[in-house]
């Protein structure tokens, strides 16, 4: 799946505050006219790019200027917030595991895992013989 490799954003409002704690952050405000279902995703957009450029907190608040009354949603659900990923080391990982796999997205990965370096090439035989297997089936 290919995603948007430039994202140009230009926000209303940035500035670099510190707080009376002493804590520095970057202070974000959206102005907005009109209710805009797609706001909080906007937002999240924002907080990941200005966070990305300027590593320090950040705080972001829309000032609603519309006649009517808002209905943006302000906060994400719990699913919908990242905070963490699973990193899976593959050289902590037994080669036998990848080569006994009935894919050849995994065989390849058994050309990633740790096996020593004086069975490279049984290594590169076993996945290719495999590989071989599962695709002439």
Not at 30 to 39: C, G, H, V
Not at 73 to 96: A, G, M
Not at 97 to 121: G, I, P, Q, R, V
């Amino acid at each position: 799946m290919e995603l948007p490799a430039t994202l140009e954003r230009k926000a209303d409002f940035l500035a670099e505050v510190t707080t009376k704690e002493g804590k520095e952050l970057i202070l974000h405000v959206e102005f907005q006219t009109q209710d805009d279902s797609t706001m909080l995703d906007r937002m999240m957009l924002y907080h990941t790019l200005i966070f990305g450029k300027f590593k320090k907190p950040v705080k972001q608040m829309v000032i609603y200027l519309g006649q009517k009354l808002s209905k943006m949603r302000t906060k994400l659900k719990t699913e919908e917030v990242f905070n963490e990923f699973t990193l899976l080391s593959l050289q902590t990982l037994q080669t036998k595991t990848f080569l006994e796999a009935d894919t050849s997205e995994m065989l390849l990965l058994a050309l990633l895992t740790n096996y020593k370096n004086n069975k490279a090439k049984k290594c590169y035989v076993l996945s290719l013989r495999r590989w071989q297997e599962i695709v002439i089936r």
